[in-house]
């Protein structure tokens, strides 16, 4: 092994963290990578960690210095919320990922909205309510269609989109059962969604990618919102001149006012945008690489992620320039009956060896070994991503590795890609 390699903890046991691992584990500056918990899929790049407590920053403090680690990739939001960045920092140990203040952006939406506010940044009007009856009245008064969203962390499944009232009043008094619960109620924004990425290191940004997911649980955009059952990249709709409008008018923005008030955000920015008729406008962000839009990058970055992690962490992207594949990715989630509620678990996954051989790459994210067995363990339990000279030809390859994937149990959507490639013919 190399003398001047880093021993890499990466946080976080989901499809994103597998194809973080993935990519980790392909720098050279990558000697030795820890994952903690880790799943079946990341422990064919690394040593899983499972005992281990993400969410209690001294644990994690303890186990680096125990383990010699020099490096932390922070993966899930919930660690960057409940502050394990913070107690990184407090020790001296170098961590990607942003601080219990500035995580707030993705921690609560109320925050992010009043920042918008308070700093110019376009996004849809709102107003943020703890108690029913004025949230009610006040959806009275706008009607409907009208979003209503979990202020908090929701796993991607905290948001309404309600095309009538009934349907919105219903989403408060859900969302709003909770003892201290906040919701936001936002206007209805036309247009199309994108997904773009910025990697941040407090006071300037790097574009990092760009990307389209598919929320609905099923075929043509229908039925509840998911965590996302699968996404393409690069997003065809975000043109050059509009990733520059998005870096001036809302991510630089955003990195001013949060240096301004004192928390500075390090790390990677993931901007919700809707492409209106005024121009983009931000749906809300996200301060870790998406789930299932980081299976997409990764595969897409030609150049090592670790030194650009490392950058954004230590406060200095001066010179970091990503460089990416021509090639384009898709990806489509399989998931498990039941999903976004209550899933079925334990039945036997097999064929992630003939799907690979295909030339996939299949992400696993709810899964767990038992007696020898691959087993679904979750919601959203794999990611089959391809690439291609374009979108037509990398969802063409993903679905035809997912064919050779031997879980009748699980579904997926058919129509991964048909913003960009319109419906599939099968």
Not at 23 to 36: D, E, I
Not at 206 to 224: M, W
Not at 229 to 239: D, E, F, H, K, V
């Amino acid at each position: 092994m190399r003398t001047d390699t880093l021993t890499i903890l990466l946080i976080g046991s989901g499809g994103r963290e597998h194809a973080l691992a993935w990519k980790l584990a392909q720098s050279p500056a990558c000697g030795r990578l820890l994952v903690a918990p880790g799943n079946p899929g990341t422990a064919a790049h690394g040593t899983n960690h499972p005992g281990l407590d993400v969410m209690d920053g001294a644990a994690v403090v303890a186990f680096c210095r125990r383990e010699g680690v020099d490096f932390v990739v922070v993966g899930p939001e919930a660690p960057l919320v409940a502050g394990v960045v913070d107690a990184l920092d407090a020790a001296g140990i170098p961590a990607f990922g942003p601080t219990r203040a500035a995580a707030q952006l993705e921690g609560s939406k109320g925050f992010t909205k009043e920042l918008c506010a308070e700093f110019g940044i376009p996004t849809a009007d709102f107003a943020r309510f703890s108690a029913p009856e004025p949230a009610l009245a006040y959806l009275r008064a706008r009607g409907a269609p009208i979003v209503v969203k979990a202020d908090g962390l929701a796993a991607g499944k905290g948001v309404v989109v309600a095309e009538t009232l009934a349907e919105a009043e219903a989403a408060v008094a859900n969302l709003l059962a909770d003892p201290g619960a906040e919701v936001v109620i936002e206007e209805f924004l036309s247009g199309e969604e994108a997904s773009f990425f910025a990697l941040c290191d407090g006071t300037r940004a790097v574009a990092f990618g760009t990307a389209q997911d598919h929320k609905r649980v099923h075929d043509g955009d229908r039925g509840p919102n998911t965590g996302g059952m699968g996404a393409y990249s690069p997003a065809p709709i975000l043109t050059p001149a509009l990733e520059a409008e998005v870096m001036a008018r809302i991510i630089q923005p955003t990195l001013d006012g949060m240096r301004a008030r004192g928390t500075p955000f390090r790390g990677i920015l993931y901007a919700g945008l809707m492409l209106t008729a005024e121009g983009p406008k931000l749906i809300e962000y996200n301060v870790r690489f998406g789930d299932p839009e980081c299976q997409v990058l990764m595969p897409r970055l030609s150049g090592d992620l670790v030194p650009a992690l490392r950058a954004a962490g230590a406060g200095d992207l001066a010179g970091v320039a990503p460089e990416w594949s021509p090639q384009a990715a898709l990806t489509v989630v399989m998931a498990a009956p039941g999903y976004p509620g209550t899933v079925a678990r334990g039945s036997e996954i097999r064929g992630i060896d003939a799907a690979e051989a295909a030339g996939a790459l299949v992400f696993q994210a709810g899964t767990k070994q038992a007696d020898g067995r691959l087993l679904a363990d979750g919601g959203r339990v794999l990611a089959v991503t391809a690439t291609g000279a374009g979108i037509a030809e990398a969802q063409a390859r993903a679905y035809a590795a997912l064919a050779r994937i031997d879980w009748p149990e699980g579904f997926y959507r058919r129509d991964i890609g048909w913003r960009a490639v319109g419906p599939r013919s099968a």
